[in-house]
């Protein structure tokens, strides 16, 4: 075999090993998402304790080997929450048996959501879901990591709390991997989380990701 030949198949080999490697290292691209996007930083949540609907202790721990989907707001919203968690309801149908998923509703108004009002509140829209809650100082610094605002509008009693339509999925290690945000192809139409989108997007993130 002439020299030449040998050093110009070795080169090909090389050069094909190369391909190789770097096809097989390539990252996986993040998935199509329909009403979501990933964070670029998906960091764990910081420690937290909450208290839940039956009086317990909701922390860090309860995060582990299932994916969660936040939504914060309180249950004298007249409009957004209910709403929300109506449709969570009929995607959570959906979504069982495809992805280990739990829907905790992080209430902003611990002054008058009380344990048997996160119950009552929760249990109407379906007993698996979570509902949870603590003092501000507590809550503040996790709805900020989460993304969320809130703050109290009006005086007395009768107060309302602005807060964010989004939603955000943590994943089963506890860490904040993507959110969920209303949206609208048409800008006379006020935006919405879809449910179809909703789906398409937690199996998305989901599959991407592991369970």
């Known amino acids: 075999m002439k ?15 190369t391909l190789a490697a770097v096809s097989y290292t390539r990252p996986t691209p993040p998935p199509e998402l329909l009403t979501s ?28 080997d299932k994916w969660s989907l936040f939504f914060v707001g309180y249950t004298s919203c007249p409009d957004v929450c209910p709403t929300t968690m109506g449709k969570l309801a009929a995607a959570y149908q959906q979504l069982e048996g495809v992805v280990d998923l739990q829907v905790i509703f992080l209430s902003a108004d611990p002054a008058r959501d009380t344990q048997q009002k996160l119950y009552d509140y929760i249990n109407f829209f379906n007993p698996n879901f979570i509902a949870v809650t603590a003092p501000h100082a507590q809550l503040l610094p996790l709805t900020r990591e989460l993304g969320f605002v809130y703050t109290m509008v009006g005086d007395g009693e009768n107060y309302q709390v602005d807060h964010s339509a989004s ?4 994943s089963p290690d506890g860490t904040r991997v993507a959110t969920v945000k209303p949206s609208s192809q048409d800008p006379k139409q006020i935006p919405q989380i879809r449910n179809k989108d909703l789906i398409h997007d937690v199996i998305a993130v989901a599959t991407r990701y592991g369970e």
Do not use: C, E, W
């Not at 420690?47 to 009086?55: A, E, I, K, M, W």
């Not at 939603?167 to 943590?170: F, G, K, N, P, S």
């Open 167 to 170: 939603m955000v999925l943590i």
């Open 37 to 64: 996007y990933i964070y670029p930083q998906q960091r764990p949540l910081s420690p937290f304790v909450l208290t839940d609907q039956r009086g317990n202790p909701f922390t860090n721990a309860q995060l582990k």
């Open 3 to 17: 020299p030449v030949f040998v050093i110009s198949a070795l080169l090909a080999f090389a050069l094909l090993g």
